[in-house]
């Protein structure tokens, strides 16, 4: 039976992973690469890492940086973060990346979706959404924002995802700004009307907390993969024990692993 | 032990590459059926459609591979590279395969399941399979990919989605995988390490 994914997100800044870290002063430049090899060994069936770095200079540093992180990684390596271009996507991909995650330029820019599509292959492209709830308002209606949240725009998460699907991505990452970085679980009903409304998956991601969390966003959020960063950086569960516990509650997951 | 990746412009090589030379490979990458014809071992990988295969028909490999299998040349072709082994595809029905397979691919029935099928799934292994010798019945692997080929006489492993599918395929020197053994950890890397270690002599 299909298995439903726990992925481990890195969030990485001029080289260094960034959020969901105790002390991200002691963490050096080499920790993507370990921190996703470790993941990757304690049982998570993938790994994203985010670039939040803006700067032009800071390109080459997280192509190292994916370099360094993919060479002993062998489950599927998402790249995300400040790829406006499908010479962008080259690079991360030539870098060692199967999938690359886009989200404000593929709103600008919603062909660059087909023509990365078409070099690498639509499974190799991820359309990620940053969505808030509208208030009193139908969960169809719920925002997109772009600038990594900073910025709305006129976009509904829901026919963004449609129409991003028929533009050829491969995949949907779905975050809950409403939730993220709560840890009090993910916004089911938003991810199940995504993934209900597009015959690719959906990643759900934003307000991982609890094992029971996970649970309910496979089961009620109709979610095919889940995304969490800091409960795993944090040491609260390895993705092999929250697997274990997501078993135990009737959830299929790979296991052993 | 040498290895020859060949490059067809379908997707992103950089991923079996890399996981070939983790396991000790020397790989060399070529389009041409010259080089094609002094390999020792052949790994035809792919993602994408499956009109991109055209390109081999185009530059001659497609005749180069069938006489390196013709001659026990050890073969491997990964999603696409797996389909391309069989007639052809529904997904191109002008594009022919190498018909090594007789049968066609298709696409997944159109069901409340989603497709493409993506994710980690399990594999149920033939017992006489060469490619999953050592690899536990229902292992997992990674699989990313909206067509599929049936199940046969020559099927090592099926996989259920929607219905079972060949989820790898091998006959003689032959072998196919639908998923991405290079993104398939532990288990992919077996796999990969039973087709370097494979010897035509041995069948």
């Not at chain 1, 994914?5 to 969901?20: E, F, P, S, T």
């Not at chain 1, 973060?81 to 991360?92: K, L, M, N, P």
């Not at chain 1, 404000?104 to 292959?121: M, Q, R």
């Not at chain 1, 006129?154 to 709560?182: F, H, K, P």
Request: one cysteine or more.
């Amino acid at each position: 039976m299909i298995t439903k994914r726990i992925i481990a997100c890195l969030d990485v800044h001029a080289g260094r992973v960034v959020k969901g870290i105790q002390f991200v002063d002691l963490i050096d430049a080499g920790a993507p690469a370990l921190l996703a090899e470790r993941h990757a060994l304690e049982g998570a069936d993938e790994i994203v890492l985010l670039d939040i770095t803006a700067t032009h200079e800071g390109r080459q540093t997280l192509l190292d940086t994916v370099r360094r992180t993919a060479l002993r990684l062998f489950v599927p390596f998402t790249v995300g973060g400040g790829i406006r271009s499908a010479d962008d996507a080259a690079q991360v991909f030539d870098a060692g990346a199967d999938k690359i995650s886009i989200n404000s330029a593929a709103l600008a820019d919603p062909n660059l979706i087909t023509a990365i599509g078409n070099s690498f292959g639509a499974q190799a492209v991820v359309v990620a959404i940053d969505a808030r709830r509208e208030p009193n308002a139908p969960i169809n209606q719920a925002r997109v924002f772009v600038q990594g949240g900073r910025k709305p725009t006129e976009r509904r998460a829901v026919e963004w995802a449609r129409e991003a699907e028929s533009r050829g991505a491969g995949e949907i990452l779905l975050t809950s700004m409403d939730s993220d970085g709560t840890r009090t679980g993910f916004d089911c009903e938003l991810t199940a009307a995504v993934s209900s409304a597009v015959r690719i998956p959906v990643i759900a991601s934003g307000g991982a907390g609890t094992p029971a969390h996970f649970v309910d966003v496979f089961t009620r959020g109709r979610a095919d993969a889940a995304l969490a960063a800091s409960i795993f950086h944090f040491g609260v569960s390895s993705a092999r024990s929250l697997k274990q516990e997501l078993a135990r509650a009737g959830v299929s997951v790979r296991l052993p692993c | 032990m040498r290895v020859t990746v060949i490059d067809y412009k379908a997707g992103n090589l950089t991923s079996v590459l890399k996981t070939l030379t983790h396991l000790g490979a020397e790989c060399e990458v070529t389009d041409d059926p010259v080089r094609v014809q002094k390999a020792e071992r052949l790994v035809l990988p792919g993602v994408g459609h499956f009109a991109a295969t055209k390109l081999l028909d185009d530059r001659g490999l497609t005749r180069a591979v069938r006489e390196k299998i013709a001659d026990g040349t050890p073969f491997l072709g990964i999603c696409v590279g797996m389909q391309w082994l069989y007639a052809g595809s529904t997904e191109a029905p002008d594009q022919p395969g190498l018909a090594y397979f007789a049968e066609q691919c298709a696409r997944f029935p159109n069901v409340s399941e989603k497709v493409p099928h993506v994710g980690w799934n399990s594999i149920r292994i033939s017992p006489n399979s060469k490619l999953f010798a050592g690899v536990a019945d229902n292992s997992f692997v990674y699989f990313t990919h909206s067509y599929k080929a049936p199940v046969t006489a020559d099927t090592a492993a099926t996989t259920d989605y929607i219905e079972p599918f060949a989820a790898s395929v091998e006959r003689n020197n032959v072998f196919g995988v639908q998923f991405h053994p290079e993104k398939s950890s532990d288990v992919g890397l077996k796999i990969l390490s039973n087709f370097l270690a494979f010897n035509t002599e041995a069948i």
